[in-house]
């Protein structure tokens, strides 16, 4: 007698939207759109964005699922009307490792927090009555993994959201409509009430047993970040993603420094921890202003921009800029002192252009010193966002017997 043949449970099938926001694109759903066992945090929430990006995937090309293999794509966003007062989205983000089975809530998606307003409206999250004819549509988001508010400025066009226009972002191919985005009070706070610079510091010196020892800025602001200085690195800032994503020693390396850089900010206890922490915190450098040719072949001149910054996401150098990161530049750059600062010139500033891989964006930032602390209370730039398809995702019903 033949054994029992194993029950395969059907899929399932959930409401989902799928959203280019800014340089990154991500799988949205709707809270209460999810099953009940995932409207809370924990396996069965994690094995279903897991699933629907396609992971783990060994051989890291995310197949069987809707992610794309890079940090930029494989994202999912969880939106529900705000429990926060004064706001009108919770936002909740997960960076889904693509070869591991985990994913990352420790910090933003900058890049996608400018679809956030759009796709509220679509899910019906937005009260129609505050959607005008024409004009402007202000969104305040509650962006949950960070406890920060995102306010959305969403253009609007015979009653509906604008997604086609002329904004040009480096790093997205096809123009749309821009969506001016506030990051209010992006510094992290701490326990202590004041930790935009974890360390105390402007400037430390970060030991990396292998590496060397570096000066860095480490700084919480948008997202943990630590800037170090691209000569010091043996770059000179004006690399492209083959040039550090091709070399695994140097990959290596910066993993290395992520990790220490990590421990000194009290993100983790143990280095260990850093292998499950791979959102957080980012990594980047930064140098002083030159020519070079972007990704797409345009041509960058040293007078166009006030510097040069390339940032590691997940492992690797990202192909654009992260819009969180974009956040931990402007707010940097506005304090004298910074290997940001100093890199873009020195001096007071409130907004800076800098140049990424993919071309240049300009971010600013208003910065205030008070009672000998620095405190950032805007950081303010502009994303594009596009649904790019709609309906129901579907991934296989096993999924509710995580555990």
Known sequence: MGAIPETFLPQLRIPATYLRGGTSKGVFFRLQDLPEAAQRPGPVRDAILLRALGSPDPYGKQIDGMGNASSSTSKAVILAPSTREGHDVDYL?????IDQPFVDWSGNCGNLSAAVGPCAIHMGLIDPARIPRNGTVTIRIWQA?????????????????????????????????EVALEFLDPADE???????FPTGHLVDRLDVPGVGSLVATLINAGIPTIFLNAQDLGYTGCELQDAVNTDDEALARFEAIRAHGALQMGLIKDLAEAARRQHTPKIAFVAPPAAYTASSGKRIESGDVDLLVRALSMGKLHHAMMGTAAVAIGTAAAVPGTLVNLAAGGGERSAVRFGHPSGTLRVGAEARLVNGQWQVTKALMSRSARILMEGWIRVPGKVLNAA
Do not use: R, Y
């Open 93 to 97: 983000f997960g960076q889904v490792a």
């Open 190 to 196: 701490g326990d202590d009430g004041g930790a935009m």
């Open 145 to 177: 993994n960070i406890a920060k508010t995102i306010v959305a400025h969403v253009p609007i066009t015979q009653g509906q959201v604008q997604e086609t226009g002329s904004f040009e972002l480096d790093g997205v191919t096809f123009p749309a409509a």
